[in-house]
């Protein structure tokens, strides 16, 4: 039986609980809000192969951090399922003594295509983006050809393969997509899949984020209820991100992820691994730890678990906390959203 390590905490006191891997740095849409397409055309240069983690360096660190005290395991990119052989991956990672959870963030398009694969694999949970079902607002935020159909084919590929229910986000902007909160409330009611609300996040430095962009929580909330009775719950977990309500005829439930107007910052438990071998320890950061250079420089675990401990526990981020007390021309530059997987 499996035994739980000593806590890993921060210089707050928050334990190192999660774990975000980001397998890829490259995408086949381009959101505004994270890789908008005057800025990543064509010609745009991802990471090369060599710099981005192998399976099996990733395996190797993210043992350690299991070994730290992490227990929830989310994929993440770019977006993941353009990372050739991912179910290889999946699978090292399923097989780790102690990882309780595992999940994976994806815009869907490809899911038709490898959710029988990742199933198979050991993948249990599925994250699905998806900010519009009218056609021209979904191309308006995905950038992306497809219509929203091949990303409600994919959430229904995953239920199909048994990776439900899965939870769809949501992401609203002002002037953007807000009046499609109610049509994507009432297409997932009833369904046993959790539609989720983010509000828009000024993550990275290349999405325009206004606060007047934001759409808070109360007025997503008072939207729905406008159609639909809501009541709220309580959370499934300590730290959950996603505030909870569910309808009051039994047809389902959705979260609020208030991280603009209620920040959660206290609780948060999440550690960072980007493609190309950084640990990042908020969403937010300027900068990340590099483990990829001691990895391959023949650092040992000792001395690898020496450096994930020492960046932790000198951890102090809490910048959704703090955004409302810094000046926008103060805001200092910070990692783009699609190394660090949101």
């Known amino acids: 039986m499996h035994s739980d ?7 707050l006191g928050r334990a190192l609980r999660d774990l975000r891997i980001s ?17 990543f055309g064509e010609d745009h240069k991802f990471l090369p192969r060599p710099e981005i983690l192998t399976f099996e360096e990733i395996t190797r660190l993210t043992r350690l951090f299991v070994g730290l005290g992490a227990r929830k395991l989310r994929v993440t990119g770019g977006e993941p399922l353009v990372r050739a052989e991912l179910p290889k991956l999946i699978r090292s990672l399923s097989e780790i003594p102690g ?7 994806t815009n869907g398009s490809l899911l038709p295509l490898h959710a029988g694969k990742l199933a198979d694999a050991g993948l249990r949970r599925v994250t ?3 900010d519009a079902l009218d056609e021209e607002v979904f191309r308006q935020t995905s950038g992306s050809p497809h219509p929203p159909s091949r990303v409600l084919q994919g959430i229904e590929a995953a239920a199909a393969a048994g ?14 997509n807000e009046d499609e909160i109610v049509p994507l409330a009432r297409h997932f009611r009833g369904t046993g899949h959790i539609l989720r609300f983010i509000e828009f996040m000024d993550v990275g430095t290349r999405n325009r984020w206004e606060l007047t962009k934001v759409v808070s929580a109360k007025e997503i909330i008072e939207r729905i209820q406008a159609e639909f009775a809501l009541e709220p ?29 209620n920040p959660f910052c206290s609780g948060c438990t999440r550690a960072r691994l980007t493609a190309d071998g950084e640990l990042v320890t908020c969403l937010f950061a ?10 391959r420089d023949g650092a040992d675990d000792e001395e690898l678990l020496r450096l994930i401990r020492g960046t932790w526990g000198g951890r102090r981020d ?25």
């Not at 397998?23 to 800025?39: G, H, I, K, S, W």
């Not at 990882?99 to 963030?105: F, I, K, N, Q």
């Not at 810094?326 to 805001?331: D, M, N, P, V």
């Open 5 to 11: 390590p000593p806590e890993t905490r921060d210089a």
């Open 23 to 39: 397998v890829t740095d490259r995408c086949n849409f381009r959101c505004p809000y994270c890789m908008p397409a005057e800025l």
């Open 99 to 105: 990882v309780e959870d595992l999940a994976l963030t």
């Open 128 to 130: 699905v983006s998806l």
């Open 163 to 176: 990776m439900g229910p899965i939870k769809v986000n949501c992401v609203v902007q002002r002037g953007v």
């Open 233 to 261: 719950v309580g959370a499934n977990y300590d730290g959950e991100v996603a505030r909870r309500w569910r309808y009051v005829d039994g047809a389902g439930e959705i979260g609020v992820i208030t991280s603009v107007t």
């Open 286 to 295: 300027n900068s990340g730890l590099d483990l990829k250079q001691p990895l």
């Open 318 to 342: 809490r910048y959704s906390e703090e955004r409302a007390a810094i000046g926008k021309a103060e805001r200092p530059e910070r990692i783009e959203m699609y190394r660090v997987g949101g």
